[in-house]
């Protein structure tokens, strides 16, 4: 397989990642994806700010998750989010405290 094909594959896995994420599992919640997966929504959304960021396009933290959630992140959290159980906000404490 050459390069760009690898990259065009890659590339179109990712989007259905984010489509799958942002369309089909409103309901996982990120505290939950951060604690059973060790990433989430925003952490994907850093990652594409960064790479925007490392080939010099200029985006800051509110762009790279408006890009990846398709919305500005408020509305996504007024839409999908919900209070994190107390378990849940304990298990992150214990993994990423």
Same mark, same amino acid.
Request: glycine share 12%; net charge negative; hydrophobic share 35%.
């Given at each position: 397989m050459d390069d760009q094909t690898r990259i065009e594959l890659e590339a179109a896995a990712f989007r259905r990642l984010q489509k799958h994420l942002m %369309?089909?599992?409103t309901d996982a919640q990120n505290i939950d994806m951060m604690n059973l997966a060790g990433f989430c929504r925003n952490c994907l959304s850093r990652w594409y700010q960064e790479a925007a960021n490392e080939r010099g396009i200029e985006m800051s933290k509110d %762009?790279?998750?408006?890009?990846?959630?398709?919305?500005?992140?408020? %509305?996504?959290k007024e839409k999908y989010q919900t209070d994190a159980s107390a378990a849940a906000q304990d298990a992150f404490k214990k993994s990423h405290g």
């Open positions: %369309e089909d599992r %762009e790279g998750r408006a890009a990846f959630y398709g919305m500005p992140f408020s %509305e996504w």
